[in-house]
């Protein structure tokens, strides 16, 4: 609905209500204290107001921008929560957590989940891969003891960068489409600026973040005594037969995603019932949701649990993330209004207007959508769309223009603050406070992007 309303404001008056809005919602959360969502529904709606969206647009739009988000984010956490959850109770977890760290108490363990978050961040989206990975990162903090952060930034940062600078993640395929930028080289140097960029970004911060700020492990996936001793008597799941659970929906993700580059490039023919029931079963909740079913059997009736037992075990995963899933889509909501708005839009306008060297104007550009409405895949297509008459008109080698995505890509990862849903899903997962959740997550994905970003703007000089 937000994409029929007109502008009416000028961008002047746009910026001043777009930092006014911002400002009173973290005026609203973190000295009023009233609740995240209560507070994102008031400011969505009193920004909808001032920026003259039309009365009778106001309730729809911030309705859609709820409904939309959610219906992107709540199957994949509440798929991803009970699959986390009968990892945790079976024991899957620990025997991961096992394989992954050995025995080691130093900073390597976060170091091997951080590589293994990559892996797994290849194919999946941001969302799903961090709420799979959950329990395992629970159990080697509480494990390994210190703060959540040690391990938990380097995780969530690589589940971040993957979706924002590598293929086949909708955003950076679709930027390289629109400015006609070879997807294999963008591939190439996503990963090649990618992997430093999280290893200084991520990996060093979030050591460092953890000697500093202790941020203790949540309750929100724990076994009560009663259940760690009931827990104890069972034969947990094999390591190999818990990698399958979690590579299942990875493998049949990348199916579907690798389809579809073809599918895009020619190279097949998306009218083939073949290739539609692959992308189909493909698609991100049905490969959770096989995954989950898989689990119900591997960590649920193999270990001679009753149906009912197994019920219950599903049926505890919903209490813990239905606040998280409640704010994230009224971060969503927020989001909606601001792009209805036009504030987005004026932003890049303007920074479009500058002179700037393309691959610059891309990265800014993006900053200020990015920062402007939340989404960072919103931000990537829209910078994208934007940067590319700029392109078409130009003589750049395709090594420039791949190059020009991870920068849009990187200006797409800064500065993820209060009206992106990433933010919630981050800070309410760790059970961090918002000024908390600023100091961490915000300070890390800024990193992740700036650093991005000058190693692609040094790079182009030689290409």
Not at 313 to 340: E, K, Q, W, Y
Request: proline residues 5%; charged residues 15%.
């Amino acid at each position: 609905m937000d994409s029929d309303v007109e502008p009416v404001l000028s961008t002047g008056p746009l910026l001043l209500i777009a930092a006014a809005a911002v400002a009173v919602l973290l005026f609203l959360i973190m000295k009023v204290r009233l609740h995240a969502f209560l507070a994102l529904i008031v400011v969505s709606l009193l920004t909808a107001l001032a920026t003259r969206i039309p009365l009778s647009e106001v309730v729809p739009t911030v309705v859609d921008g709820l409904g939309g988000t959610l219906g992107n984010v709540a199957l994949l956490v509440a798929l991803g929560a009970i699959l986390g959850r009968l990892l945790e109770i079976s024991g899957g977890a620990q025997v991961l957590a096992d394989a992954l760290v050995g025995r080691t108490r130093d900073n390597r363990a976060a170091l091997a989940l951080g590589v293994a978050a990559l892996l797994f961040g290849f194919p999946i989206f941001f969302d799903a891969g961090l709420v799979v990975f959950l329990p395992i990162l629970f159990t080697v903090a509480r494990r390994l003891g210190g703060s959540l952060l040690t391990f938990g930034l380097p995780v969530a940062g690589a589940f971040a960068m993957m979706h924002a600078f590598v293929p086949p993640h909708p955003g950076p395929v679709a930027a390289a489409g629109l400015i006609d930028a070879n997807v294999g080289l963008v591939l190439v140097f996503g990963l090649a600026i990618g992997l430093p960029t999280w290893f200084v970004g991520s990996y060093l911060f979030g050591v460092l973040m953890g000697r500093r700020i202790h941020v203790p492990v949540p309750q929100l996936l724990a076994r009560s005594d009663e259940l760690e001793r009931e827990t104890a008597e069972r034969t947990p799941p094999r390591f190999r037969s818990v990698l399958l659970i979690l590579l299942l929906p990875l493998v049949l993700i990348f199916g579907e995603t690798g389809l579809s580059t073809l599918e895009e490039q020619g190279t097949v023919d998306g009218d083939n019932p073949v290739v539609q029931a692959v992308r189909m079963v493909g698609q991100t909740p049905v490969a959770l949701l096989i995954a989950v079913l898989v689990a119900i059997v591997v960590c649920g009736l193999a270990q001679r649990r009753s149906r009912e037992e197994v019920e219950q075990i599903t049926d505890g995963a919903f209490g813990p993330v239905a606040s998280i899933i409640l704010i994230t889509g009224a971060g969503g909501m927020f989001g909606a209004v601001l792009r209805a708005s036009g504030i987005g839009d004026a932003l890049a306008d303007t920074l479009e207007e500058t002179g700037m060297p393309v691959i610059l104007a891309a990265f800014v550009v993006a900053v200020a959508l990015r920062v402007s409405q939340g989404s960072a895949t919103v931000a990537l297509i829209t910078a994208a769309s934007l940067i590319s008459p700029v392109v078409e008109t130009g003589d750049f080698s395709e090594a420039y223009k791949a190059l020009t995505v991870i920068a849009i890509a990187a200006g797409a990862t800064v500065l993820s603050h209060v009206n992106d849903s990433g933010f919630w899903l981050v800070g309410r997962f760790f059970d961090m406070d918002v000024k908390t959740t600023l100091k961490t997550w915000t300070v890390m994905v800024t990193l992740i992007g700036g650093i991005g970003f000058l190693l692609a703007f040094a790079v182009s000089a030689f290409v």
